[in-house]
């Protein structure tokens, strides 16, 4: 039971640049988010995707593309990177039934944008 | 408007002393949760504690504990007898229900905790 998982860990574009960050779970969960983490500035919610086959915005989705490829996996695309999302981005994954429950978050994948 | 508030950007305490995290929240909702992650210097981010807005009780877990006081928006954090293994970024979230559960989390900007040994 890996929980959830995020591909890659590391990684450095340039501007102008393109990439898909991966993120799947393995706990059945309906819901599932991508946030990004800046320094002082907490988490903040990129999309999100409260069931398979529905995605919405979240705080700060510009510059981003998100797809839920099925009910394990949520990808987040950044088609032209820019230097101002180099961050940490965070998958997370919830059960949802009638209440929020507590979201389980992947290890993170921190990027760079030069 | 920030909806949750720690204002507390950074702490430190000396091993073995207690430290309280304090947490305010805003909202117009009477039915909301709260949530409480940890996030160690490793990066990844821990649940600690879910609470609903109608269960004011506190909760105690080994040396966490938990104050929910409605009266005051606050939901604060306490840890007894702190360890290093405690040195960690604590984060309070809240989610409310609006026009219907939408299950999105709003996080504050999080409490450093170091622990000197």
């Known amino acids: 039971n890996a929980g959830v998982t995020q591909t890659p860990k590391f990684q450095v574009l340039k501007t102008g640049q393109s990439m898909t960050l991966q993120c799947a779970q393995d706990?059945?969960?309906?819901?599932m988010y991508w946030y990004r983490q800046d320094p002082g500035m907490g988490l903040r919610l990129i999309y999100y995707s409260a069931s398979e086959g529905t995605t919405d915005k979240g705080e700060v989705p510009n510059g981003y593309n998100v797809s839920r490829l099925n009910k394990r996996e949520f990808s987040l695309r950044l088609e032209s990177a820019a230097p101002s999302q180099t961050s940490v981005y965070f998958c997370?994954?919830?059960?949802?039934?009638?209440?929020?429950?507590?979201?389980?978050f992947g290890p993170g994948t921190r990027l760079t944008v030069t | 408007a920030q909806k949750v508030t720690q204002a507390q950007t950074e702490i430190s305490v000396v091993e073995k002393e207690d430290v309280t995290l304090d947490c305010v929240y805003e909202t117009r909702d009477t039915t909301y949760y709260l949530f409480w992650y940890k996030q160690p210097p490793s990066g990844e981010l821990v649940f600690l504690i879910r609470?609903?807005?109608?269960?004011?009780q506190n909760e105690i877990s080994g040396r966490y504990s938990w104050n929910f006081q409605k009266s005051t928006s606050s939901f604060n954090f306490t840890i007894t007898a702190s360890q290093v293994v405690d040195s960690a970024v604590y984060f309070c979230a809240l989610s409310e229900t609006g026009s219907g559960w939408s299950y999105q989390l709003t996080f504050g900007k999080g409490t450093k905790l170091s622990v000197i040994p």
């Open positions: 706990m059945n969960h309906n819901s």
């Open positions: 609470r609903n807005s109608f269960d004011e």
């Open positions: 997370a994954s919830s059960y949802r039934e009638g209440q929020p429950y507590e979201q389980y």
